[in-house]
């Protein structure tokens, strides 16, 4: 090999090469062909591909052929040569360089490479735990190299906002203290004090309300956190948040910062203008509308309430849930009213599993209404309630009947899936809104108390906060969420910043001083010298550039993700340690308990007090 050149150029930069241009370029041998007296090989870099031409008769040297008839794929070389322009007949309109190509005139392997385990392009079909295993050459694929340059772009776009909006970046501790968030924590073991543990933060929640009595006014951090819980698609046990908290501004003002913010975002990275302000729903209403306090706005299918219309109708499905408290519902389905018994059959049981007995059906067809209700209804009564149901006709009426939060749970999973299987949510819309009033708490019927449905920091509404103790489950939240495209991307809320009122909720949640003072004295403490108004919020970065990037997990926008059992299929994490490492920390390590055998409360499994605590969730 000889001496590493300069490289003068990326792959696409030779598409603004003017012909005769010379080159140094560098990269990954994506593919050859190879036709004899003219070899041609695809080089790619991290900005895209070019193509170049290896022929002695226009320079190529009879070395550098030699040594390209024995590339393979992912071999790297540096090549130096010249940009010519393609003829008309070859131009690749696919490539950024589709109108170029190089004629090389030496080349240098730099390294070999075995044959990878899959292609290196966009869309491979392989296994996911393949993907992972390998990932270091997962991430050369096209498409991974895109969402990574997303994810910077993301970063920058949004350090901008903040810096020009006079919010300073600080860092929080990553070894903390534990206490209870909803998830476990990850515990870290001190060598220095043996038996204490400090814990991986699941959120800066604390320190960024610690930041606010410190006078810093306007704070911001990516920071990293860490959750041990069961994971899925779009969750992972480590993850990065976009941490924001302000003092001295009143709750409008700062939804709509972070608007602007958003809608820089989206215009700066992709091009998108996005409209504000936001739409604004309650919890209430978001629930009774779409079944989910993150619904996808891109579609209608709204839940409609026909609870007073069914009352009066002999339908021992409606009587008999509205006898008990509870609810019917439909929804109307678009070109649906075709949809054979064994479709319907499928929509029941995919109900089924959130807790509703079924579906009642009317299908508005050119001919006649066809209800599994006809024995019960006459033609006049269905016609009226699929008129109630918003429903014209070709449509399909799926009315649900139970408890509000049984039919709540049941049709706001239907009208999810019936989006992703009729296809109605446009990919390149991008639909923003907030969710706010959410409840401030909720009754835990195994636990028999009040727990915080956000976390016991978060301040009531003012016009609530009389209740707090004599009506506590109707207090709301000045609690907020931005949804976009079905997803939460965002949760916050204005904070208590008064001892009195922080004392007050602890209580609520069945704590008493000494165990509140025992987990949070530090933050009590702290309110007692001048503590200012102050709210925030949290957005989940890797969701967001998700979305952005039309991704379908968090899995396609982190570098190196784990699995769902939280495996990084790459090192083999986590594994085992010496004796020896442990030793050092004095711990030791005992066999599995058999499953039946409940493990004793530890950090990980907090005791009651603790739970009542009841940090569902973190900003």
């Known amino acids: 090999m000889s001496e590493l050149l300069e490289r003068t150029h990326l792959a696409v930069e030779t598409a603004g090469s ?233 709750l409008p003002k700062f939804q709509a910062m972070m608007e602007e913010m958003m809608a820089r975002l989206f215009e700066e990275v992709l091009g998108v203008r996005v409209e504000t302000p936001f739409l604004r729903l309650t919890y209430d209403e978001a629930m009774d509308r779409y079944g989910s306090d993150k619904p996808d706005l891109r579609y209608g299918l709204e839940i409609c309430d026909l609870s007073e219309m069914a009352g009066g109708m002999a339908v021992p499905l409606f009587q008999a849930a509205l006898a008990d408290g509870g609810v019917v519902r439909a929804i109307a389905v678009p070109g649906a009213a075709g949809y054979s018994r064994k479709q319907t059959d499928e929509l029941v049981r995919f109900v089924q599993a959130y807790g509703l007995g079924g579906l009642a059906t009317i299908a508005l067809q050119p001919q006649e209404v066809k209800s599994s209700m006809k024995k019960f209804l006459d033609e006049a009564q269905l016609r009226a309630l699929a008129a109630a149901a918003g429903a014209a006709e070709g449509d399909l009426v799926l009315l649900a009947a139970g408890s509000l939060a049984q039919v709540r749970a049941g049709l706001g999973a239907l009208r999810v899936h019936l989006g992703h299987v009729l296809q109605l949510a446009d990919p390149n819309v991008f639909k923003f809104l907030w969710v706010v009033d959410f409840p401030l708490l909720s009754y835990d019927e195994e636990e028999g108390r009040f727990v915080a449905e956000h976390h016991p920091f978060t301040m009531p509404k003012w016009e609530d906060l009389d209740k707090l103790e004599t009506d506590p489950q109707s207090v709301r939240a000045q609690a907020y969420d931005m949804v976009l495209n079905g997803y939460e991307i965002g949760g916050g809320s204005m904070r208590i910043f008064q001892r009195a009122v922080q004392e007050r909720m602890f209580r609520t949640l069945g704590f008493t001083m000494e165990e509140a003072y025992r987990q949070f004295g530090f933050l009590l403490d702290a309110f007692e010298y001048g503590t200012p108004p102050h709210g925030g919020i949290a957005f989940g970065i890797d969701r967001i550039v998700m979305l952005m990037g039309g991704g379908q997990s968090l899995r396609d926008c982190i570098a190196f993700p784990k699995t769902s059992s939280g495996t990084d299929l790459l090192t083999a994490a986590p594994s085992p340690v010496s004796d020896a490492q442990l030793d050092v920390l004095h711990l030791s390590v005992r066999p599995n308990r058999p499953k039946d055998v409940k493990p004793a409360q530890t950090a990980a499994s907090p005791d009651p007090a603790d739970r009542a605590i009841g940090l569902a969730s973190t900003d």
């Not at 003017?18 to 370029?25: D, I, K, N, Q, R």
Request: proline share 6%.
């Open 18 to 250: 003017a012909p005769g241009t010379e080159v140094v370029l560098a990269g990954w041998v994506s593919r050859r062909r190879d036709l004899g007296s003219l070899i041609f090989i695809d080089l790619r870099d991290r900005s895209g591909i070019v193509q170049l031409v290896f022929d002695t008769e226009r320079g190529t040297i009879p070395s550098a052929m030699e040594t390209a008839s024995s590339l393979r794929s992912e071999y790297v070389v540096q090549v130096r040569g010249h940009v010519v322009a393609r003829d008309e007949k070859s131009v690749n309109p696919k490539l950024v360089t589709g109108r170029v190509e190089v004629l090389v005139q030496d080349v240098t392997l730099l390294n070999a490479a075995k044959t990878p385990p899959f292609y290196i392009q966009d869309g491979v079909d392989v296994d996911e735990a393949v993907r992972l295993r390998y990932r270091y050459l997962d991430l050369r694929r096209p498409e991974m190299q895109r969402m990574l340059r997303l994810r910077h772009q993301v970063y920058q776009s949004l350090r901008r906002y903040l810096n020009d909006a006079q919010f300073v970046e600080v860092e929080t501790p990553v070894l903390t203290k534990s206490t209870p968030e909803g998830a476990r924590d990850y515990l870290v073991p001190s060598r220095l004090q043996p038996g204490s543990f400090y814990a991986l933060p699941q959120s800066p929640q604390l320190f960024k309300q610690l930041l606010m009595v410190a006078g810093m006014e306007r704070y911001y951090q990516f920071a990293r956190c860490f959750r041990d819980e069961d994971l899925r698609a779009d969750r992972q046990p480590e993850f990065t948040q976009l941490d924001i908290e302000q003092s001295f501004i009143p």
